[in-house]
């Protein structure tokens, strides 16, 4: 994963923890999908004058919301229930630092929410791997394989669109500054059995 970045590695034991309640990682997964699918519609929402990033932004959110029917399946399939809508702190902790970070013009801002998304996406792709190499249930196993490289592909097309657009920002200083603020935070996680927490 070292194409992400990411300074501090989950735990393996981490996994541990979600196993005791596959109910409650599977209700914030899909809702973790769910907020991705909105997110990306707001980026257009704010920048539709740029037409390839309104075109890849609007694919990404159909992926999101086809995990998200994905993961409902696999709830339904179990007899279980989709929980209400969780809180994810870790995701709140980024969102903070991006609105504190925005300097107020529009490519500060697009550029900050590109990399709040990139930096979620890639912490997500690296929990799915964590979560698909060590996870006991096997059809779960094969699930988060296959999502964990879809992804690596959304967090690239993050990255990408915040040098593309980032005018005047040192995006590749930028985005240090994220890596090295989502350390500082992550170490706080890894001990709910939620995809952030």
């Keep these: 994963m070292s194409i992400l ?28 999908e769910q907020k991705a699918a909105t997110n990306a519609i707001t980026i257009i929402t704010h920048n539709s004058e740029h037409q390839d990033l ?30 209400r809508e969780r809180k994810d702190d870790y995701v709140n902790e980024l969102y903070l630092y991006m609105k504190r970070s925005n300097t107020g013009s529009r490519v500060s801002g697009l550029v900050e929410r590109l990399l709040f998304s990139a930096m979620i996406e890639a912490r997500s792709c690296e929990r799915f791997k964590v ?19 879809s992804e690596a592909g959304h967090y690239t097309t993050f990255i990408g669109y915040a040098r593309k657009y980032g005018e005047g920002i040192d995006v590749e200083k930028r985005w240090r500054e994220w890596l090295d603020f989502e350390a500082s935070i992550i170490s706080n996680y890894g001990k709910n059995e939620t995809i952030h927490g």
């Design 54 to 83: 309104v075109q890849d932004l609007l694919a990404l959110a159909k992926e999101e919301i086809d995990h998200f029917e994905q993961v409902h399946n696999i709830i339904i399939k179990r007899g279980l229930k989709l929980g």
């Design 131 to 149: 979560l698909s190499e060590n996870i006991e249930d096997e059809e779960l196993a094969t699930f988060y394989r296959n999502l964990m490289e």
């Design 5 to 32: 970045r990411l300074k501090l590695p989950t735990d393996p034991r981490w996994v541990n923890i979600v196993e005791t309640n596959i109910e409650e990682i599977l209700t914030d997964h899909a809702w973790c």
